[in-house]
């Protein structure tokens, strides 16, 4: 690639002249500006974003740390954060963790060197100390889908999600309830606090349980409710929330083997609202986050705080909305 | 930030000191390394990337551009791109170009700009000019998912899929065939050229045109609609979609307008994505090797980037496989 020497060099002035022509400066002569710019343009000169980032003290990056990007929500969440980053002028430093925190830290240990100028992050464990300790990195950091003491966040209230399920299972006339997911995950308080205000008791037999961050994927959906029947020989239900949408498809696709009806039998939602809800059948009763929302003010916050380190932490938690398909219908 | 100067002056030591410490080379007594890596964690000092990159021309950077990140396919392969680069030392700047040439053009721009080390594209269309200068300029590039002359590739031979699900119909024993694509696609040609070679001729009236830029699963699912309007299209029999999310577009068309799948039409996707096996009812595909190109991919071009030689480029073609589902159980074939 050709460097601004050359450029120099080719156009018969010093590399300061290139310079300043690229940087718009007014003191370069008409003529000198256009032979400088046809050189440019002629050798399809670059200038060198890294040099630019050293001198102005800003990279122009933002690191991004999901825990899998085949998740359709993350791959939402990465379309929308890259089009606003990139309209604003600034790339995205993807990193995929596979939920390993060993990753996670790798990673942000990189974009430290890297000097990204803002870091988003879905974390693989809240709990894990890198995560706790990022109320005192001095880059803007906004974790994103949680909530945490102390560092700025942007999320959706798991609890409000559980509770919106909780309420039309009831108003649909189901009673036994079941769960798909960590029995420390806030959907399932919420889904338990309005059962438990209505009367229902929530037995936690019903729970086909993950780990706090274990990966709920469909490979391993499928295996825990099969060994749940093998154990229990049925699924004494008459509708389950599973923790994310493809769980919720995994659990339709395993209990239609096992010959249960959909909704007839057992009434499904999932949550996430991604399009396998719409595009698949039968479609799915979900909870939708507000992705874009999610995205832009997240990044309206490293903005901010890029400018103006002011100490405050924001915290905004977005409410959830039902969406109810035919998955979660009473038969009549 | 703290500067490898604050560290030398907290040790006691000149920045050359410091440096030589953080790259590992030159003479450093232990004792001055101890030291000066526990002024480093005091100080909770990080070496500057960008300087580093600067001096050594080297950003150990990989910028990566799909089309569009929200289909599964691409998902699958910035996952296994990410983890292999990861795995290396690299980092990936990753883009979406959203289906759009223009779009394409300013975010490959901005990752030359950045001196990436090197470029994974997926391109909108092969035959643009900011694609072939990556080659003029020297830029070490793998083009992804498709072919092409001149350049590293890596992909997934879509002429073979395409006969594979032609082949595939043919033994079902179905005739009246149509597809959901566009008819420039190497898919539409080489499928259709197979069945010519039994006597079958792709109809107009099967045909259901579908761009599939934006959102696959709506546009077919419309098209299909649309296309149950003629009288000439309800006998179909077999349908081949250029994607899965095509393909589950007009399954759900079809069942909505009442036929069952497969008992009075086949569907056969591409690519087999999850949706391929979550789908009921199962949805036949083309299996790419997803994993593959990922990780071949990287592979390539750090050996580009590291390589003193010039290489002759490589154009690798996976063979794809036929993955049977409940979608296109043939109406003689059925329990």
Redesign the interface.
Known sequence: MITMDEIAEIAGVSQATVSRVINNHPSVSLKTRLAVMECVRKFNYQPNITAQSLVRQQSFLIGLILPNITVPFFANLTNIIDSESCSNGYNIVFHNTGGNIQSEKEALNTFKNRRVDGILIVPANLHAKHIIDLKNINIPTVILTHTLKDIDSVSTSHCAAGELIAKHFIQQGYRKIGYIGSANDSKLQGLKKILNREGIQFEDRNIIHYNEFEQVSAHTVKQKIENYLNQFGKLDIDALFACNDSAAFSAIKCLEKFGYKIPGNIAIAGFGNTYLAYELKPELTSVTQPVSEIAKTALNIIFKKMKNRDKETINIVYKPKLIIRESSLRRK | ?PTMQDIAKKAGVSSATVSRVINGNGKVSEKKRIKIIECMKALNY??????Q??ARNQ?F?LG?IVP???N?FF??I??NI??TA?YNGY??????S?NDINKEK??L???????VDGILIAPVEKNSDHIS?LKT???PSVIITQDLKGFDSISISHITGAELIAQHFIDLGLKKIGYVGLKKDIKYISFKKLLNKFNIELKEHYYISCKGRQNA?LESYYATQKKLKDESFLDVEAIFAFND?AA??TV?AL?DYGFKIPENVSVAGFDNT??A????PGLTSIAQPVDDIGRIAVEIILELITSKKTIKPKNIILQPKLVERESTLGVNNSI
Request: aromatic content about 8%; overall charge positive; some cysteine.
């Open positions: 930030m990080h070496p500057n990337a960008a300087a990159s600067l950003s950077l990566v569009n990140i929200k599964p998902g699958e910035l996952e990410a983890r990861q980092g990936i700047i990753f883009c979406n959203d300013k975010k721009d901005l990752l030359r700009n950045r001196h200068y300029d020297n830029i699963f999310l589950l577009g759900t069942k999850f949706l096996a979550e789908s009921t």
